[in-house]
């Protein structure tokens, strides 16, 4: 069975500061990995994914997100917040053999102080 | 642009009332899915059909089914409206394994039942 527990249901820094979000996931199967981002009264849209390869996935708005195994962690981070970048944030995984069916996370609603 | 459009942003119903919750996509997906969205429970699959005519219970259909008759449309009907449906509903598509089951969301149906 596949599960995703996202670290702290709302995160708070400043503008500028570092972004971190953090995902844990457990998988019987290798995983493909996805975060995605939800702005105020719209529905979800993908951030980035880890599906082979590189470990270190790039996506956009600056954000990128680092798979590692051994940690069985995905944790999203972006350098420099801005403001723009306040939303609510969800982890998901899929187990890749064949089947389709997407667990998300609880959520993580970041807040961006001026 | 690939779009996922759903029939209303906001919708208040009467308990007892039969809901029609209607998602359409332009993107000749062969998946689709419906979640419900509660605060701190992020996303819970509902149902989801993996064909035309097709359809699989998700984690929560106690309440709902769903109708797909033709490939780009996805229906979610509550027979008999609770308050406690009251939640946020969001409609995704996907493609077979080849985009790594990326889904792309609706902006949602906000349903207050009274």
């Known amino acids: 069975a596949q599960s995703v527990t996202q670290l702290g249901s709302h995160v708070s820094v400043s503008e500028g500061a570092l972004v971190l979000l953090r995902c844990n996931y457990s998988?019987?199967?290798?995983?493909?990995l996805f975060w995605y981002v939800q702005y105020p009264n719209q529905g979800l849209q993908l951030l980035l994914k880890?599906?082979?390869?590189?470990?270190l996935v790039k996506g956009i708005n600056g954000f990128e997100a680092e798979f590692k195994k051994s940690e069985t962690s995905f944790h999203l981070t972006k350098p420099s917040a801005h403001m723009s970048d306040a939303a609510e944030y969800f982890c998901?995984?899929?187990?890749?053999?064949?089947?389709?069916?997407?667990?998300f996370g609880a959520g993580t609603r970041l807040f961006v102080k001026a | 642009d690939v779009k996922v459009t759903q029939s209303s942003r906001y919708l208040v119903k009467r308990t007892g009332e039969k809901v029609f919750l209607e998602c359409v996509q332009d993107?000749?997906?062969?998946?689709m899915f419906w979640y419900r969205q509660d605060p701190g429970l992020g996303l819970r699959l509902i149902y989801f059909?993996?064909?035309?005519?097709?359809?699989e219970k998700g984690d929560i259909p106690e309440g709902y089914s769903v109708s797909r008759e033709k490939k780009e449309r996805f229906s979610l009907i509550l027979e008999s409206a609770s308050t406690n449906q009251t939640s946020m509903y969001l409609c995704?598509?996907?493609?077979?394994?080849?985009?790594?089951?990326?889904?792309?969301f609706g902006p949602g149906t906000r349903l207050t039942v009274l």
């Open positions: 995704a598509s996907s493609s077979a394994p080849s985009s790594y089951y990326e889904q792309f």
């Open positions: 998988s019987s199967v290798p995983p493909y």
């Open positions: 880890y599906t082979t390869g590189a470990t």
């Open positions: 998901a995984v899929t187990g890749n053999t064949g089947g389709f069916k997407t667990i």
């Open positions: 993107m000749d997906h062969e998946n």
């Open positions: 059909s993996y064909d035309v005519k097709m359809k």
